[in-house]
């Protein structure tokens, strides 16, 4: 009879073992709590592993969401980053969304340079302000104290482009050929040549009547914005 107990004892055993087992695998929060409850019934049986242990694996868990949500962003924003440019997500603004300043997640360890372009899918959407260890500041195009020279449409017109909550290009000559739908692109020292800005949605002549200026339009929502790139 009491080897029969002893048999019967080891069945039990085996059993919840594979029952835990199951749980944790499919069920990992209500598996370890359950475990907790049997631990004196199985008495040595995975005694190296603890409550401390689950509650490890629970939170690389969330970790790993975090990562898969950060590259579903990356995956959905961005095209493949080229040798030339470095990928940076940028930090929360809520709520305060502040359109003028971006904070970027890389800086100098990663080779970030003051003055180097940002662009969004393409387009420009500012340069690097300061540059700090492992984090950026970037202006962008909507603030007010940009201004960067441009050319526009495919007669390479000068303008200025002068940043804003809503920004315009200025300082064209009266005379010249710029229609609505004309691409605006960039023109600066230091910027690569010909990056896409903005798209000409009309032009109307300068307060002082001396030179002509063009409203835009953007392809993006930059309070949407959760991706760039910065050229090398």
């Known amino acids: 009879m009491g080897r029969k107990r002893i048999s019967n004892s080891h069945w039990v055993s085996g059993a919840l073992i594979v029952i835990l087992a199951l749980l944790i695998f499919f069920a990992p929060s ?11 019934a199985l ?17 690389e868990n ?15 924003q961005l095209p493949t980053s080229t040798p030339n440019t470095i ?28 003055g180097a372009a940002v662009t969004f899918q393409g387009m420009l959407l500012g340069e690097v302000k300061a540059v700090f260890p492992e984090t950026s500041l970037v202006q962008t195009i909507f603030d007010n104290s940009l201004k960067m020279p441009v050319r526009i449409g495919s007669g390479g017109v ?20 710029v ?10 020292p230091g910027i ?3 990056v896409p800005v903005a798209q000409v949605v009309a032009t109307s002549t300068s307060a002082d009547s001396l030179f002509e200026q063009a409203t835009l339009s953007f392809p993006y929502d930059i309070n949407n914005v959760e991706t760039v790139f910065i050229a090398k």
Do not use: C, H
């Open 62 to 76: 969330d970790a790993l969401k975090a990562q898969l949500a950060t590259l579903q962003v990356v995956a959905s």
């Open 192 to 194: 690569p040549y010909a």
């Open 158 to 177: 000068n303008g200025l482009l002068q940043g804003g909550s809503d920004p315009i290009v200025g300082s064209i000559t009266s005379n010249a050929a």
């Open 30 to 40: 209500y598996g370890w709590t359950i475990r907790a409850w049997l631990s004196p």
């Open 87 to 114: 990928r940076a997500m940028i930090y929360s603004r809520y709520p305060m969304n502040f359109r003028n300043e971006l904070l970027v997640s890389v800086g100098s360890n990663e080779g970030v340079a003051t």
């Open 179 to 188: 229609m609505p739908g004309d691409i605006v692109y960039s023109a600066a």
């Open 43 to 59: 008495g040595n049986v995975g005694a190296g592993v603890s409550q401390t242990d689950a509650q490890n694996l629970v939170a």
